[in-house]
Antibody, heavy 122, light 106 residues
C-alpha cells in the first residue's frame, strides 16, 4: 500500500533552516510528483510547491520561491523540502502528498504523509 | 491566480444531507477534488475529478461542479463525518485550496 513517511518534529530558532524528509513506499517513485503543503495552527491548507519524482523539476507558490528548495533522491525514494530564513509565522505542520494526475489539468493529492510539526521560536 | 471560497461552517442533523460549496471563477471548467481532515489527522481524499470517489470512501459522499461552484454532498450524514473539508483545484501549474469548511453533525 502507498505510504509517505515523514521525518520527526523540529524546533528551530528564527533565521535558521529546516529540512523535512518524506519517504515514499508502495509505488514507483519516479512515476509521480510529490507536493508540499503546510498548515499553520488552526488554519487551512497552504500549497508550497511540488517536485517531479522523474526529473526533479519543481514549481513553487510565489511566496515561497526565494526560501524553499525541494529535492528528491530516487535511490531512496525520498523527497526533501528545505525552508530557509525561518520566521515565527512558519510554525506549522508540513505535509508531503503524492500528486496524482489523470490528464490535462486534473491534478489532486491522493495520499498524504503524517505531517511534520515545525516550531519556530526564540 | 484564482481563489476558492468556502463557507467557514456548515451544520447538519444526523441522517440529513450536507452540502458544502466551493466557489471560484469559471471553476466548472477545471477539475475539483475534496479532502476531509479530522482533528490531529492528515487530510484524506474523498472526491477527485469533480465526482469520483476513491476506493474505501462511502457512497454517501458525492460531488458536482458546474459554472462557478463545486459542491460536496454528504447524504445521510453521520457523526463520523464531522471534520474540516477542503476543496482543491489545479490552476496555472499551482494547487489552490479553499479556506476549508467545518462540518458539524448535531
Amino acid at each position: 500500500q502507498v505510504q509517505l513517511l515523514q521525518s520527526g518534529a523540529e524546533v528551530k530558532k528564527p533565521g535558521a533552516s529546516v529540512k523535512v524528509s518524506c519517504k515514499a513506499s508502495g509505488y514507483t517513485f519516479n512515476n509521480y510528483n510529490i507536493g508540499w503543503v503546510r498548515q499553520a495552527p488552526g488554519q487551512g491548507l497552504e500549497w508550497m510547491g511540488s517536485i517531479s519524482g522523474y526529473n526533479g523539476n519543481t514549481n513553487h507558490e510565489q511566496k515561497f520561491r526565494d526560501r524553499v528548495t525541494m529535492t528528491t533522491d530516487t535511490s531512496t525514494s525520498k523527497s526533501y523540502m528545505e525552508l530557509r530564513s525561518l520566521r515565527s509565522d512558519d510554525t506549522a505542520v508540513y505535509y508531503c502528498a503524492r500528486l496524482r494526475s489523470s490528464g490535462g489539468t486534473n491534478y489532486y493529492f491522493d495520499y498524504w504523509g503524517q505531517g511534520t510539526l515545525v516550531t519556530v521560536s526564540s | 491566480s484564482s481563489e476558492l471560497t468556502q463557507p467557514p461552517s456548515v451544520s447538519v442533523s444526523p441522517g440529513q444531507t450536507a452540502s458544502i460549496t466551493c466557489s471560484g471563477d469559471k471553476l466548472g471548467q477545471k477539475y475539483v477534488s475534496w479532502c476531509q481532515q479530522k482533528p490531529g489527522q492528515s487530510p484524506v481524499l474523498v472526491i477527485f475529478q469533480d465526482n469520483q470517489r476513491p476506493s474505501g470512501i462511502p457512497e454517501r459522499f458525492s460531488g458536482s461542479n458546474s459554472g462557478n461552484t463545486a459542491t460536496l454532498t454528504i447524504s445521510g450524514s453521520q457523526s463520523v463525518d464531522e471534520a474540516d473539508y477542503y476543496c482543491q483545484t489545479w490552476d496555472s501549474r499551482m494547487m489552490l485550496f479553499g479556506g476549508g469548511t467545518r462540518l458539524t453533525v448535531l
